[in-house]
């Protein structure tokens, strides 16, 4: 585990450099959020390392965010960092992006990265409220890549069902658990 971290943080650094080198010039961000997004990058690279990190994967034809269930307490930070292909974190919110459904608590403030194309990009966000959240990847929804967030416990609108465009691990089984990697929770 040690070396792999190496061999990531070796890998964000580098993409660091080739971020700083190109700018604010990411392409394919949608409207003005993207920005932020390119800032939020840079200032993070180096610190992914932690527990409440949550990669997005491209793996032959699998789409996925890895945990695909992750159990935070509220006011914690999760950081969302592309480990191949181009991602978004998009939370389920009727009016970002595609999304058509609530599935985060009343009261939470939404989230979209927007997509992210570049090896090593991170985007954060800071959960205050607490409940459970679904968010989903603006390209890959489609494909089932969607993901659960509970924050201190379960509750909201996203209780009781899954999201319109895949599987997510049960609630409590991500509170139980602090984590759900997708590859034990998908096979």
Not at 13 to 32: H, K
Not at 88 to 104: C, F, H, P
Not at 121 to 142: L, N, Q, R, S, V
Not at 152 to 173: K, L, N, R, W, Y
Request: proline share 5%; with cysteine.
């Amino acid at each position: 585990m040690e070396r792999r971290q190496i061999l990531k943080t070796a890998g964000i650094l580098a993409t660091g450099g080739v971020t700083g080198l190109a700018g604010c010039s990411s392409s394919g961000n949608g409207d003005g959020g993207g920005e932020p997004t390119t800032t939020e990058t840079q200032e993070t690279a180096g610190g992914s390392g932690d527990s409440n990190t949550v990669m997005m994967v491209t793996e032959g034809s699998e789409y996925y965010f890895d945990p695909i269930g992750l159990f935070i307490e509220s006011g914690e930070t999760v950081t969302f960092e592309i480990q191949s292909g181009s991602h978004s974190a998009t939370a389920y919110k009727e009016g970002t992006s595609s999304a058509s459904v609530n599935r985060i608590p009343e009261s939470a403030e939404t989230f979209n990265s927007e997509t992210l194309s570049e090896q090593g990009a991170t985007y954060e966000h800071t959960f205050e409220t607490t409940g459970t959240y679904d968010y989903f990847c603006i390209p890959h929804k489609t494909l089932g890549m969607v993901g659960r967030i509970v924050v201190g416990e379960p509750g909201g609108p996203a209780e009781g069902s899954m999201p319109p465009d895949g599987d997510v691990p049960e609630s409590q089984t991500i509170v139980d658990q602090g984590s759900v990697s997708y590859s034990s929770f998908s096979g």
